[in-house]
């Protein structure tokens, strides 16, 4: 399978506890992409890696939220002190751009769904 | 504020009848748009884009098509089959200025294709 993967695929932990889940994109893929879905709503960009670099944080990442790619491979999304707001799925994709401001779609895993009770 | 909106949060069609899907945006440094197709415990798939240069791109039983001026985007499934059953997003994406490519998405239309 060369699709883009994601675990745990649910995690239901309870309120103010640690968190951490993976995402392994498409090996060739230089960008990946965390965004978070609620009930009715599209997915919401959270952060973006280019290689192993963070470029880009959404106002909606707090302090409580942290990511990492270090090897520009697999990346890791850390929630610390849990909140029950935090319950969604945790979606992460990854595209292939070559060239500065190229428009490529993006590949999404299966997403993790997170409880918080 | 909700930069791309599908104001249609569901659409019931025929088998084998057409199935049209809009989405609004406000933005208008927009260039690319995407539809997604998602289904339960599922993450979205990818279904087609199309550059803000063209007003129209097809591929198969898809088209997407593009209203600039009145920013407006429209997905076409013809003919619908059951299988089609599931939600759809519209997203949107522009050249900011670090490039990043992230997408904008609309709260999706839950489409059911009747037998």
């Known amino acids: 399978d060369t699709g883009v993967s994601q675990d745990p695929r649910h995690k239901i932990t309870k309120r103010g506890q640690n968190v951490t889940f993976r995402c392994d994109p498409i090996?060739?893929?230089?960008?990946l992409y965390w965004y978070r879905q609620t009930l009715g709503q599209g997915p919401e960009f959270l952060t973006y890696?280019?290689?192993?670099?963070?470029?880009?944080k959404s106002r909606l990442l707090s302090d409580r939220f942290s990511a990492e790619r270090p090897k520009g491979s697999f990346s890791t999304l850390e929630i610390q002190r849990t909140e029950q707001g935090d319950s969604a799925m945790y979606l992460c994709?990854?595209?292939?751009?070559?060239?500065?401001?190229?428009?490529?779609?993006?590949?999404f895993g299966p997403g993790t769904r997170l409880t918080v009770l | 504020d909700q930069q791309v909106k599908q104001n249609s949060p569901s659409l019931s069609v025929q088998e084998g009848r057409i199935s049209i899907l809009n989405c609004d945006y406000t933005?208008?440094?927009?260039?690319?748009f995407l539809w997604y197709k998602k289904y339960p415990a599922e993450g979205p798939t990818f279904l087609i884009s199309?550059?803000?240069?063209?007003d129209k791109n097809e591929d198969g039983r898809f088209t997407v098509f593009l209203n600039k001026s009145a920013k407006h985007l429209s997905l076409h499934i013809v003919p619908s089959q059951p299988g089609d059953s599931a939600v759809y997003f519209c997203?949107?994406?522009?050249?900011?200025?670090?490039?990043?490519?992230?997408?904008?998405f609309g709260q999706g239309t839950t489409l059911q294709v009747k037998p």
């Open positions: 997203a949107a994406s522009y050249k900011d200025s670090g490039n990043t490519g992230k997408l904008i």
């Open positions: 890696f280019q290689n192993e670099a963070q470029l880009e």
């Open positions: 933005n208008s440094m927009f260039d690319y």
């Open positions: 199309i550059s803000s240069i063209k």
């Open positions: 994709a990854s595209s292939l751009a070559v060239l500065a401001g190229e428009n490529n779609e993006q590949f």
């Open positions: 090996s060739e893929h230089n960008r």
